[in-house]
């Protein structure tokens, strides 16, 4: 099967044409909607009616957020691509915010512990080069300065072999107090599904 993460940068996949394609295709909205269902289950999150705030990294076209949203949650989304970006900041929406993002270099405008909880549906396949991946932790780590105590992320994403779970691991996990991998659907290829679960 074709995956373009392991021949072309997001940024240039992503054009105005593949986001309406994005946009309207029903599997694509089905899919990521269950995925961030499911992300949300594993963070067991006490007491529900809580309002929490999420940064979604890798936003895209804002799927995460309805999920997030669903729950009366506060999300901030964060995108490399600007016509994510664009899309996504037509939906006014009380608790929801975006801000272009490159996680090589970025700043979270938020002074102490303000963060509960991190969150990334299908956007980390598309990280393998080594030099990214250090100044992508350095960014992680500034992340974690203004995550509240006991903050944790959930990542979901298609690896492509165990050097990329290392990578990610590397990036979120080598600071953390607890990571756990959870797949889903293990004697299932087509339909398994890998979360890596991290605890500040």
């Known amino acids: 099967?074709?995956?373009?993460?392991?021949?072309?940068?997001?940024?240039?996949?992503?054009?105005?044409?593949?986001?309406?394609e994005l946009i309207n295709s029903n599997r694509?909205?089905?899919?990521?909607?269950?995925?961030?269902?499911?992300?949300?289950?594993?963070l067991c999150i006490p007491d529900q009616r809580k309002a929490r705030l999420f940064i979604d990294i890798g936003c895209g076209t804002g799927l995460t957020q309805n999920a997030l949203m669903l729950k009366?949650?506060?999300?901030?989304?964060?995108?490399?691509?600007n016509e994510m970006i664009k899309i996504i900041s037509k939906k006014k929406r009380k608790g929801l915010d975006f801000?272009?993002?490159?996680?090589e270099?970025?700043?979270?405008?938020?002074?102490?512990?303000?963060?509960?909880?991190?969150?990334s549906i299908s956007v980390f396949q598309w990280v393998k080069i080594s030099n990214i991946i250090k100044k992508s932790r350095k960014t992680i780590l500034e992340f974690w300065s203004k995550t509240r105590k006991n903050g944790k992320s959930i990542i979901q994403f298609y690896p492509?072999?165990?050097?990329?779970?290392?990578?990610?691991y590397e990036i979120f996990g080598?600071?953390?107090?607890?990571?756990f991998l959870?797949?889903?659907?293990?004697?299932?290829?087509?339909?398994?599904?890998?979360?890596i679960l991290i605890k500040n």
């Open 105 to 119: 270099s970025f700043s979270l405008p938020f002074r102490g512990n303000k963060i509960d909880f991190f969150i």
């Open 182 to 195: 959870i797949i889903d659907n293990l004697n299932k290829k087509k339909k398994m599904k890998l979360f």
């Open 174 to 179: 080598k600071d953390s107090t607890e990571n």
């Open 28 to 42: 694509s909205i089905n899919t990521q909607s269950s995925l961030s269902l499911r992300a949300l289950d594993l």
């Open 160 to 168: 492509y072999g165990h050097e990329q779970l290392k990578n990610i």
């Open 72 to 81: 009366k949650n506060f999300s901030l989304g964060v995108d490399i691509i």
């Open 1 to 20: 099967m074709f995956a373009p993460e392991n021949i072309i940068h997001p940024e240039l996949f992503y054009q105005e044409r593949k986001i309406k």
């Open 99 to 103: 801000i272009l993002l490159d996680l």
